[in-house]
């Protein structure tokens, strides 16, 4: 009956740093960059566009294909980071838990 009480506990816990942490990666921004920084995408920790910089040398009527490449690349680059920062934050509060590899949170 004790491990009932200690898993209820332990799981009320994991639930309270969740919802934290799921608070945390609303307000988290990440930037990815591409072409050496000539464009650079915002992504909130969610995934959402928050933002997109393009320096205006890559405004050439022939580098259309160039700068769209850029953009898609700069996109993924913040994407990338901001799946690797929820990781992060998803392990530190589900540290000590016995989680089947390659189970995903939040559900």
Not at 5 to 23: D, R
Not at 45 to 54: A, D, N, R, S
């Amino acid at each position: 009956m004790k491990d009932i009480m200690g898993m209820m506990k332990a799981a009320s816990e994991m639930k309270g740093k969740m919802e934290a942490m799921q608070a945390e990666l609303a307000e988290l921004v990440v930037e990815g960059r591409s072409g050496g920084g000539l464009v650079v995408v915002s992504l909130s920790g969610k995934g959402e566009l928050k933002g997109l910089k393009i320096d205006p040398s890559l405004f050439k009527e022939d580098d259309v294909e160039v700068l769209e490449d850029l953009i898609v690349a700069a996109h993924n680059d913040a994407k990338a980071k901001s799946e690797a920062e929820m990781q992060k934050k998803m392990s530190e509060v589900t540290a000590g838990l016995p989680i089947p590899p390659g189970m995903k949170f939040p559900f």
